[in-house]
């Protein structure tokens, strides 16, 4: 059973940075890809980060990038999200996401592509 378990949200001022962990269990992050996503309160889930194969391809959405670092720890079977620069449009309840293992993937960004889903960390940004 495939489990992916996120850490490392909370509350910060904006201009702060915080870093997530996404652990996962029964399932292998090498050769697959793995998405951040977000959803704020009355929004639909965005994708704000994906990676495939260690990080040989990273996506990031336009309004995270140069802000936001996604990577791979494989010996671990964890992902990251390296969040700098916050601002308060930042916050929302993030979520780790995987593939079916050696799916192909058309749009990584895209939710619907993902199958397996952690149950979020929230992050806040204050002003």
């Known amino acids: 059973q495939v489990q992916l378990v996120e850490s490392g949200g909370g509350s910060v001022q904006a201009g702060g940075s915080l870093r997530l962990s996404c652990a996962a269990f029964?399932?292998?992050?090498?050769?697959?890809?793995m998405g951040w996503f977000r959803q704020a309160p009355g929004k639909e889930r965005e994708g704000v980060a994906a990676?495939?194969?260690?990080?040989?391809?990273?996506y990031y959405a336009d309004s995270v990038k140069d802000r936001f670092t996604i990577s791979q720890d494989n010996s671990a079977n964890t992902v990251y999200l390296h969040m700098v620069s916050l601002k308060p449009e930042d916050t929302a309840m993030y979520y780790c996401?995987?593939?079916?293992?050696?799916?192909?993937?058309?749009?990584?960004?895209?939710?619907?592509?993902?199958?397996?889903w952690g149950q979020g960390t929230q992050v806040t940004v204050s002003s």
């Open positions: 990676i495939y194969d260690g990080g040989r391809s990273t």
């Open positions: 996401a995987a593939v079916r293992p050696r799916a192909w993937v058309t749009s990584p960004l895209r939710w619907r592509e993902y199958n397996y």
């Open positions: 029964g399932y292998t992050t090498s050769g697959n890809y």
